[in-house]
C-alpha cells in the first residue's frame, strides 16, 4: 500500500505525460537554476535555488527546490530499508507535497526520468527510486524532495521579467556538494556580480568585483 501511494508521478500531477528519454535530452538546454532575488515576496521561493526544466515561452516549467532540507530521513518513509536512513527528506516546493521526487546524478537515466543536464536527472518512479536505495546509492549521487514546484505557461516568464529571480547554468557539482544553508547567497553573489572599473596604484584602472 505504500508503495502504491507513493507511487504517483509528479509529472502526471503537473498535468504532463512522462517524457520519453529521447524527449528529455533534447530539453537540456531549458534546464537552469533559478537563484531567488534578495527582494523575492513569495514566502514559498524565499532565498530558495531552484532547479527547474522545459524552461521557454509556452512551456510549463517544472523543478524542485535544492536547499531546503527537512529534518525527517527517508527511513520514516521507507521504514523497510535499512539504507534509506542515509539520506535526508528535503522541501522541493509547494505543489503536490505528498509526492516523492528525486534527482539522482549518474551515466543511466532512470524509468520515467527528465534529462536536466548531462548526467543529471528528474525522476518519481518509486521503483527505481527503491532500486536506489536498496543499491545503495550515495547521498553525493541521489537527493530526494517531497514535492515540487511549478508554473503555468509563461508564469516563470513574467516572474523573472519583473526581477524575481536570476538565472545561473546547471551545475550539478554545486548541487550535490555545497552546503544548503550557505549554497542560496553564494549563488546569488554568482549571480549578481559586476565587474567595475577601480582605480589601480599606477593611476591606471583595473577590473574589480563589487
Given at each position: 500500500m505504500l508503495r502504491l501511494c507513493l507511487a504517483t508521478l509528479i509529472l502526471l500531477c503537473a498535468g504532463l505525460e512522462p517524457l520519453p528519454l529521447s524527449a528529455a535530452e533534447e530539453?537540456?538546454?531549458?534546464?537552469v537554476l533559478?537563484?531567488?532575488?534578495?527582494?523575492?515576496?513569495?514566502?514559498?521561493?524565499?532565498?530558495?535555488v531552484v532547479l527547474v526544466t522545459r524552461h521557454?515561452?509556452?512551456?510549463?516549467?517544472?523543478?524542485?527546490?535544492?536547499?531546503r532540507p527537512l529534518k525527517a530521513g527517508l527511513d520514516r518513509i521507507?521504514?523497510?530499508?535499512?539504507?534509506?536512513?542515509?539520506?535526508?527528506?528535503h522541501y522541493g516546493g509547494p505543489v503536490a507535497p505528498g509526492d516523492i521526487v528525486f534527482m539522482l546524478r549518474g551515466e543511466t537515466a532512470p524509468e520515467a526520468s527528465i534529462t536536466v543536464a548531462k548526467g543529471l536527472f528528474l525522476s518519481?518512479?518509486?521503483?527505481?527510486?527503491?532500486?536506489l536505495l536498496e543499491a545503495p546509492t550515495p547521498a553525493t549521487r541521489l537527493r530526494v524532495f517531497r514535492g515540487f514546484a511549478g508554473w503555468a505557461p509563461?508564469?516563470?516568464?513574467?516572474?523573472?521579467?519583473?526581477?524575481?529571480?536570476?538565472?545561473?547554468?546547471?551545475?550539478?557539482?554545486?548541487?550535490f556538494n555545497e552546503a544548503p544553508?550557505?549554497?542560496?547567497l553564494k549563488l546569488w553573489r554568482r549571480?549578481?556580480?559586476?565587474?567595475?572599473?577601480?582605480?589601480?596604484?599606477?593611476g591606471g584602472s583595473t577590473l574589480a568585483q563589487r
Open positions: 530539453g537540456d538546454e531549458r534546464s533559478l537563484i531567488a532575488s534578495e527582494d523575492m515576496a513569495d514566502p514559498r521561493f524565499r532565498q530558495s521557454g515561452r509556452g512551456n510549463s516549467p517544472l523543478g524542485v527546490i535544492v536547499n521507507f521504514p523497510e530499508l535499512k539504507q534509506a536512513g542515509q539520506h535526508r527528506l518519481s518512479d518509486i521503483e527505481s527510486l527503491l532500486r509563461y508564469q516563470l516568464e513574467s516572474e523573472i521579467d519583473r526581477g524575481d529571480w536570476h538565472l545561473l547554468p546547471v551545475d550539478a557539482d554545486v548541487l544553508d550557505g549554497m542560496w549571480a549578481t556580480q559586476v565587474m567595475v572599473r577601480a582605480p589601480s596604484p599606477d
